[in-house]
């Protein structure tokens, strides 16, 4: 698909880096990071897996965690498009929002309670009904355009971007809001070490000696508008969505296909009719053994000398938010001409054919990638275009 | 862009396929089942369907069943796009996630069950079994999941991002849902509509915008989601509904199928059999309890 | 039922090879790839399994890996462990 370019007026994001897009930018770039254990809630496993954690973020009761990342992140979007809220409903507006645990039925209290017998108190699945997040942001801002929820793991937050990029160009509406937004939970965090995939220690991305991934929680949205009601704004484009690829693997369940022909194709797809050169790739980069390797080689072979970072050294895994809180990292590095280094990278791995940036390191060019490889075999990928100065 | 439906499959507590679903069209079934996914051994041989839990079981079936039924088993469906929708997700297999952990402590979690409890299982396993390689989108929203899957599905062909597209839905009544769907009727909050059984089952269309060589059921001129005030349905033609006020002129597909936020499904398989038996263009329109609503308007062929 | 037996069990149990009776594995066959051709999902529940069944916390895969060579590997990495 080679849409036309979507502008991106305003974005909004929160994670471990920080509560805001720029605080984000600036911590990763004087090289911080501080994954720990989790401290809102506690298990019994012998290693203390690291998290990135937003310890002082909290939810209103009436809401699932992951809505009320989400609704942070979207004021900072729409403030930053000099959007004013009350006058969204005004206009053809949706939302498109990717997530994995803030749609699932899954509270462990009730659940136990349920299982001993008891009749538990429904409040909690009452708050997941409340909470879906496409949902969340309609009710909020009014919005009554097209509004999704997509969960296709870890690559949700790349294909609500995209996707939501094409209902723009097909002229479904004129503003989406798009994104990605997931909670840190217990059910989670035990699932990823049960998998063996979470790392002992700071993850390592593309390096050598990795040992797996650190989950996070974030939200980012990004605000796409038609061309036609930017104009009538007067608002500035800090990026463009150029292009959208998506592939599945057919391959496995968990396991990326080794062979990596599904990522290239997406890649390929993305990259459409774009010629010049790809100024950097913010690679999806979980740090496990498998997916960096994919990764590594297929980079090597399909943009060899681009430069690509992981920035989950700085976030950890946000899963359904790491699209789009990855999109987001890339349009400010598109702006700032620069990316930061690869937090976590010391040890080049021989077996990937690439490298990731050492240091901060300057860009050359205006395009840049942003990809995600998910469970389930899917692929997606983001081609952005730097935007207008300010 | 002319996109056509040339295939359905369903399956649920009328039974399985068009065959079973015809039936009840004519006359309603007396009582509401189970759901049986048994017939996908049919199709795929079990040791290849020992990943698949219950809730992707019916979802897989339903989708054989509908490339099936298009005569398209047989074709090469590397390009094959998949869309699917669940309300609830695989709440049988998330329960058994948690009861992993309540029986054994954190230690005994099942990566197993973990990995089955993810909303994009069904769409994994389709798109393995089937070496789908295309796009892949789930979507999850309650009683709008159907309609903004389809409203995606449709976009990917009439953008010629794909040609094909596999879509459908599934939801399940699991100890779980069927424990909330009790407890919610105990408090006169129902799930669904008041005195509504708790449904389950998947129902599944291949959707082309190529020229097929195979007669469509019909064409699926549009599908759109939105908050506020729905469309309003054309005078006198067919319109299949879910949800919204009781006295809104259509027919309700409730005692067929049972209710489940996938329901609205059943309403696309039930309307693409009505239309191609010359009922004339059909409204499909899904109202949530939340304002929102999804119609699509499918033709004759 | 010895422990060959119950791994069996388990096995055919836990991974759901539904298709499988005891009786039809075989010993020394290989468990992943080849023989009963299981994968890396079954590998880390097979770990799980270890844990849940028999109390034995592996430390790493690597750990695991002359364990899961076959039926009677499994077995005596089983009674190693335990008269340890």
Known sequence: MTPGAVPISGIGCICAAGTAL????????????????????????????????????????????????????????????????????????????????????????????????????????????RSNPAAVLARTFGLTGPCQTIVNACSSGTDAVGLGASWIEAGLCDLVLAGGADQLGRITYNGFISMRISAPGPCRPFDRDREGLNLGEGAAVLVLESPALRRRRGARARSFVLGYGSSCDAYHPTAPSPDGAGLERAIREALG??????????????????????????????????PFLSTKGYTGHTLGAAGAI??????????????????????????????????????????????????????????????ERP | MRITAQGVGVVGGFGCGVGDLAKALAAAPAALLRAD????????????????????????????????????????????????????GATGTTLAMIDSIIEGGDACTSPIHFAGSLHNAPAAHLSIL??????????????????????????????????R???GAVDECSELTAHLWARRAELERPLGPAGAPCGEGAAFLLLSSRAEAAVPYCTLDQAAIGRGPAPALPAGGLALLCGGPADL????????????????????AAAALLVRQGAGPATCLALTDDGEYALARLGPA | MDLKEKLKTILIAELNLEDLRPEDIVDADPLFVEG?????????????????????????????????????????????????
């Open chain 2, 37 to 88: 996914p048994g017939p996908l051994d049919r199709f795929v041989p079990r040791r290849e369907l020992r990943r698949l839990d219950r809730f992707s079981r019916m979802a897989a079936l339903a989708a054989h069943l509908a490339l099936e039924d298009a005569g398209a088993l047989g074709d090469d469906q590397t390009r094959l796009g998949v869309v699917v929708a669940s309300g609830y």
């Open chain 2, 130 to 163: 089937l070496g789908a390689k295309g796009p892949s989108l789930t979507v999850s929203q309650f009683q709008l999941s159907v309609g903004s899957a389809l409203m995606a599905a449709r976009l990917w062909l009439d953008q010629g991002r794909v040609d």
């Open chain 2, 249 to 268: 002129p259509g027919r309700r597909l409730l005692s067929l199928v049972g209710w489940m936020p996938a329901a609205p499904a059943f309403d696309l």
């Open chain 3, 36 to 84: 009963l051709g299981l994968d890396s999902l079954d590998a880390v529940e097979l770990v799980m399994l270890l844990q849940k069944h028999f109390g034995i916390e592996l430390k790493s895969m690597e750990e695991g890996r002359p364990a899961f060579a076959s039926v009677n590997a499994l077995a005596a990495f089983i009674e190693a462990r335990q008269q340890a």
């Open chain 2, 165 to 167: 597209v596999l879509f």
């Open chain 1, 273 to 306: 009719a774009i010629r010049g050169p790809v100024a950097f790739v913010n690679a999806h980069g979980t740090a496990t053994p498998d997916n960096d390797r994919v990764e590594g080689q297929v980079l090597a072979r399909t943009l060899p000398g681009v």
């Open chain 1, 326 to 387: 990855e999109a987001a990292f890339t349009v400010a590095c598109l702006e700032r001409g620069q990316i930061p280094a690869c937090a976590g990278f010391a040890t080049a791995d021989p077996g990937l054919g690439a490298e990731p940036v050492r240091e901060p390191t300057a860009l050359r060019g205006t395009v840049a990638l942003s990809q995600s490889l998910a469970f389930g075999g899917n692929n997606a990928v983001l081609a952005l275009g730097l935007g």
């Open chain 1, 22 to 129: 720029e605080a984000c930018m600036a911590a990763m770039f004087r090289g911080e990071r501080a994954p720990a254990p989790p401290r809102r809630f506690s298990t019994s496993h012998a290693i203390r897996y690291p998290v990135f954690e937003l310890p002082d973020f909290q939810e209103p009761p009436e809401l699932l965690r992951t809505a009320a990342l989400l609704l942070h992140a979207a004021r900072e979007a729409l403030a930053d498009a000099g959007l004013d809220p009350e006058r969204l409903a005004g206009l053809r507006a949706g939302a498109c929002i990717g997530t994995t645990v803030g749609s699932a039925m899954n509270d462990e209290a009730f659940c136990r309670a349920f299982r001993a017998g008891a009749n538990p108190d429904l409040g909690p699945m009452d708050r997941i009904l």
